[in-house]
């Protein structure tokens, strides 16, 4: 079975400086896929950033980079130069690319909280 | 491109009563995801189609939960009869499913049920 743990419940980052949420996940499957989404107070769940299991080069999308350790299954997201607006719910997911369909798993979720 | 859209926003309904929440994926996508979020379980998947077929409903609470897709632009999920413990926000997402694809979530349905 696969498994996301969010460790963090709560963070608090000051703005401009970056910000690692942790993730780690559990899955028998060879091919998966990682996904960050971003949850606002105001409710949607907007995407960030994806890693397949086999990308070799840590995935990056604007101020947002995921540093994946496969040996230790980790997919951490790194936030750089915070924003007041980047304080939200974040969930890190995964999918198996084969065996699991389509079903995203998500953890708890980390909540981010930006000072000014 | 409108998104996926799912109306309506926000339900209040009384026990017993009837709901159905609606989603509109985006035009192209292939698989179309309901998913509930509530503070105890968090973001759980209910069902999934691929191509307007269910492919896993092992989520879906029980029988008085049920979810079509009778063509690739129209998906609905029923509670019959609703229960308190139904009050959560249901979201509908879509994607092109070859597993690598992420998935675009609609702004999702608060349901109240008194």
């Known amino acids: 079975a696969q498994k996301i743990t969010q460790t963090q419940p709560g963070m608090f980052v000051q703005e401009k400086e970056a910000v690692t949420l942790d993730c780690t996940y559990d899955t028998s499957d060879q091919s998966y896929g990682l996904f960050w989404y971003k949850q606002p107070s105001s409710g949607e769940m907007i995407f960030l950033i994806y890693q397949g299991s086999y990308d070799e080069q840590n995935a990056t999308e604007g101020r947002y980079s995921l540093n994946f350790q496969k040996a230790r299954k980790s997919a951490n997201l790194v936030i750089s130069a915070s924003q007041l607006g980047d304080s939200a719910m974040y969930f890190c997911?995964?999918?198996?690319?084969?065996?699991?369909?389509?079903?995203?798993?998500f953890g708890q979720g980390t909540e981010l909280s930006v000072k000014p | 491109d409108a998104g996926v859209i799912q109306s309506p926003r926000h339900e209040v309904t009384e026990m017993g009563q009837e709901v159905t929440l609606r989603c509109k994926p985006i035009s192209g996508h292939n698989s179309l995801f309901w998913y509930r979020q509530t503070m105890m379980r968090g973001l759980e998947l209910l069902i999934y189609f691929n191509n307007n077929v269910p492919i896993d409903d092992s989520g879906m609470p029980e029988d008085r939960f049920s979810a079509k897709m009778p063509n690739a632009s129209f998906s609905t999920l029923k509670i019959q009869p609703s229960e308190p413990r139904d009050s959560a926000v249901y979201f509908c997402?879509?994607?092109?499913?070859?597993?690598?694809?992420?998935?675009?979530f609609g702004p999702g349905t608060r349901l109240t049920v008194t």
């Open positions: 997911a995964m999918r198996g690319i084969y065996n699991q369909g389509g079903k995203l798993i």
């Open positions: 997402a879509s994607s092109l499913d070859r597993g690598i694809d992420e998935q675009y």
